[in-house]
Nanobody, 116 residues
Framework: EVQLVESGGGLVQPGGSLRLSCVAS????????MIWVRQDPGKEPEWVSS????????YYADSVKGRFTISRDNAKNTLYLQMNSMRSEDTAVYYC?????????RGQGTQFTVSS
């Protein structure tokens, strides 16, 4: 069974930093690209960042470019999102997702709030 479990959410002040983690199981993690998306209640999900299977290529939404860094440790089956210079508009539930064997999987999400 494919599972994606995010952690690392919480409350952070504007300008602060936080790292999210996503532990994967049930599939060969190192074979698949991984994606972070975020969603505010009542809004459409927003793509945040992607990383290819070996970590050699990364992509970012313009809204987070230069502030967020996606990475992965295939030996630990873990995806990361380092978030710096946090802004109030970054407040959302963050999900890691992947298309495994043509099926899209998404974790339960981790909430964090940027507020002073």
């Amino acid at each position: 069974e494919v599972q994606l479990v995010e952690s690392g959410g919480g409350l952070v002040q504007p300008g602060g930093s936080l790292r999210l983690s996503c532990v994967a199981s049930g599939f060969t993690f190192g074979d698949y690209d991984m994606i972070w998306v975020r969603q505010d209640p009542g809004k459409e999900p927003e793509w945040v960042s992607s990383i290819n299977s070996n970590g050699g290529r990364t992509y970012y939404a313009d809204s987070v470019k230069g502030r967020f860094t996606i990475s992965r440790d295939n030996a630990k089956n873990t995806l990361y999102l380092q978030m710096n210079s946090m802004r109030s508009e970054d407040t959302a539930v963050y999900y890691c997702t992947s298309n495994v064997a043509t099926t899209n999987y998404r974790g339960q999400g981790t909430q964090f709030t940027v507020s002073s």
